[in-house]
């Protein structure tokens, strides 16, 4: 696939002292983003950013980087990697794309089978607590902001209504931003206004967008409007890796980017749209492969062992090529 022309930096051959730093003024001046984390830094001492971009399917995604109009996605993904997604065990939608891509587990396990079938997931069962429980809840902070209320939302049980999906995750969370419909110019501020707050210690962010999908389904999958709108978050990606940057911890950070579901072709529903991506700066991602691979990948690269967490995660990591062969055949 063409990929757009990206402005070079050779970011090992700074002279040093003070041209050091003028060097390091003028390359930040660029337009583009700098994908610049380093996989020479330990799993366990790294941080990482999941974004989602509700709705975008990885066919339109495709043409929007070879039209180069995805700047944000084609730096992040220039020493990094991009692959393909597929949803193959529940409804595509928001609610269960989210469950699957932040528990690693399937309906069978979080109760979550679509937007109108589902139960709050089970305490324990999210990426962030695996985390939590792996590194000490001090060690790393977990941070969810969102773009949505009902299908990610967090209230409570109530009068004929069973919870929400996030409702018993919530009160694990480090920070929790969400139950409200907003725009990427919102989220996107939030984001970075959390990375300025934990940029000095460990963390696991998820910040979720939902505007492609509020834009396809008003004006379809081939509207201007749903192409715009991927293009509004991809400058929003391209800030938080700026923000990682000014905040000297591009080094230590990865970045995903991914979606709970794709986009019906030329239409306004998403009822049978299982094709998205993983788009990364992180090397280590050599295959594509199921939505309930994500979370094994994110804990591998955050230096907790996915095998180790129980309910055993069906996934795997998207680091290794197919499942391990077993020592005895
Ligand atoms: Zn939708």
Not at 206 to 214: C, K, Q
Not at 260 to 269: K, N, T, V
């Amino acid at each position: 696939m063409a990929q757009p022309a990206i402005v070079p930096f050779v970011q090992h051959q700074a002279p040093r002292g003070p041209r050091r730093l003028l060097a390091a003024l003028l390359s930040f001046g660029a337009a583009l983003p700098l994908a610049a984390f380093d996989s020479a830094v330990p799993p366990a001492q790294r941080s990482a950013v999941l974004v989602s971009w509700d709705g975008v399917g990885r066919e339109r995604l495709r043409e929007l980087l070879a039209a180069g109009r995805l700047p944000g996605v084609s730096a992040l993904v220039r020493d990094g990697s991009q692959v393909d997604v597929d949803v193959t065990d529940h409804r595509t939608d928001t609610k269960a794309g989210h469950a699957e891509m932040l528990t690693g587990y399937g309906p069978e396990v979080t109760g979550v089978r679509s937007n109108t079938r589902s139960r709050p997931i089970p305490a324990g069962l999210s990426v962030f607590e695996a985390l939590q429980r792996r590194f000490g809840s001090d060690r790393i902070a977990t941070i969810m902001i969102t773009a949505k209320a009902g299908n990610l939302g967090s209230a409570g049980p109530g009068f004929l209504r069973r919870g929400q999906p996030w409702s018993l995750v919530r009160p694990s969370l480090t920070v929790w931003d969400g139950d409200a419909l907003r725009d990427a110019s919102v989220v996107g501020q939030l984001a970075l206004a959390c990375l300025r707050r934990f940029a000095g210690q460990r963390f696991f962010a998820f910040f979720h967008f939902g505007d492609a999908d509020r834009a396809g389904h008003q004006k379809g999958e081939r509207s201007d409007p749903y192409a715009e709108a991927i293009v509004s978050c991809d400058r929003w990606l391209n800030a938080i890796a700026a923000e990682l940057r000014a905040l000297a911890v591009d080094r230590t950070t990865m970045v995903f980017v991914t979606a709970d579901h794709g986009f019906d072709l030329a239409r306004r529903e998403h009822r049978d749209a299982p094709r998205v991506f993983l788009a990364t700066d992180d090397p280590a991602v050599v295959r594509g492969g199921d939505q309930r691979d994500i979370v094994p990948t994110l804990l591998a690269e955050l230096g907790a062992d996915p095998a180790a967490v129980r309910p055993t995660l069906a996934g795997l990591p998207l680091t290794s090529i197919g499942p391990p062969e077993s020592p005895t055949q």
